[in-house]
């Protein structure tokens, strides 16, 4: 089993352009999870799914976030324009039934 | 919402020393997680509580999931230097698969 795959690992963008960030789970896992990571607010939840729908967003900080999963073997965060305070690692994680996630290795996001 | 207090903040210990750390909550938990990140990963979960009063072992380390479910305590026995990274406890509630994650704690090895 290759984890959960996030593309790319590291993204440097100039303020205002569109990044997206994409994550592979783990095969048969059905929960798949968005977080952000800051020197400030520690490990954020953005979103989640479940089965590919979205359950709860409250945690997308504006709507400049959006993300999708069109099926169930991938997902993407788009960020649309960036802003230079987006810059932070992006974690995905997925989750079988039962508790604990499997997070991927990140996405290093720079926006300058 | 919910929030996790986790301390210490960080440790500084010698190679072969032991290292407690916990984390508490005003709200209770239904299952309590303690994962660890190295540099440039993703977090990588240790151990997995499930009962209030609940203590599990994996390896060196070891975790209790407290009676009152609102803490949970994890003990690293003869700290080694691959020890090194942040460790972060992680609470789960209700049916809700989303979990609260502390703030970490960031533990450092000398030699």
């Known amino acids: 089993d290759a984890g959960v795959i996030q593309s790319p690992r590291h993204e440097v963008t100039e303020m205002g352009q569109e990044v997206t960030l994409r994550c592979k789970p783990i095969?048969?896992?059905?929960?798949l999870f968005w977080y952000r990571q800051t020197m400030m607010r520690g490990l954020e939840l953005l979103i989640y799914?479940?089965?590919?729908?979205?359950?709860?967003d409250s945690g997308m900080p504006e709507d400049r976030f959006s993300a999708k999963m069109p099926n169930a073997s991938f997902s993407t965060l788009k960020i649309q324009p960036s802003e230079p305070r987006d810059s932070a690692v992006y974690f995905c994680?997925?989750?079988?039934?039962?508790?604990?996630?499997?997070f991927g290795s990140g996405t290093r996001l720079t926006v300058v | 919402g919910q929030q996790l207090n986790q301390s210490p903040q960080s440790m500084f210990i010698q190679e072969g020393e032991d290292v407690s750390m916990n984390c508490t909550s005003s709200?209770?938990?239904?299952?309590w997680l303690w994962y660890k990140q190295d540099p440039g990963e993703g977090p990588v979960l240790l151990i997995a509580?499930?009962?209030?009063?609940e203590l599990t072992s994996n390896g060196r380390l070891t975790a209790q999931f407290g009676i009152t479910r609102k803490d949970s305590f994890l003990n690293i026995s003869a700290s080694i230097p691959s020890d090194v990274g942040i460790y972060f406890c992680?609470?789960?509630?209700?049916?809700?698969?989303?979990?609260?994650f502390g703030s970490g704690t960031q533990l450092t090895v000398l030699p």
């Open positions: 994680a997925s989750s079988p039934p039962g508790p604990g996630y499997t």
């Open positions: 095969s048969g896992h059905d929960y």
């Open positions: 799914f479940n089965n590919n729908v979205p359950i709860d």
């Open positions: 709200s209770i938990f239904n299952t």
């Open positions: 509580l499930y009962k209030a009063g």
């Open positions: 992680a609470g789960g509630s209700g049916s809700a698969r989303q979990l609260t």
